[in-house]
């Protein structure tokens, strides 16, 4: 049993950072597919950034240069290092996770994902 667990929310001003965490149970290297989504109020959830064993990274275009995503596969733990926050960063961000690669077009993809956390909150203001 998988189980994903985030920490690190809360409330910031705009220009402002803070670091996610998403420990999870067990080895991380089986799930070779890890990612960060977010969801605000109103919209649907979306891809953030993710992140695959190999250490290949992928960002949204809206927080690409802001936000780093990583794993630490001896804390099987995923973090993300958001900088230079703006108040439309501000929604649940969900750690998510998938034991085999999808790949399309020679690379991999984000969705369909088999785990997930709870989520955490972040608040940006302005």
């Known amino acids: 049993q998988v189980q994903l667990v985030e920490s690190g929310g809360g409330l910031v001003q705009a220009g402002g950072s803070l670091r996610l965490s998403c420990a999870a149970s067990g080895s991380i290297f089986r799930l070779i597919v890890m990612a960060w989504y977010r969801q605000a109020p109103g919209k649907q959830r979306e891809l953030v950034a993710g992140?695959?064993?190999?250490?290949?990274?992928n960002y949204a275009d809206s927080v690409k240069g802001r936000f780093t995503i990583s794993r630490d596969n001896n804390k099987n733990t995923v973090y993300l290092q958001m900088n230079s926050l703006k108040p439309e960063d501000t929604g649940v961000y969900y750690c998510?996770?998938?034991?085999?690669?999808?790949?399309?077009?020679?690379?991999?993809?984000?969705?369909?994902?088999?785990?997930w956390g709870k989520g955490t909150l972040v608040t940006v203001s302005s």
């Open positions: 992140i695959i064993t190999s250490g290949s990274t």
């Open positions: 998510a996770a998938r034991g085999i690669m999808c790949i399309k077009n020679g690379g991999p993809i984000y969705n369909g994902m088999e785990y």
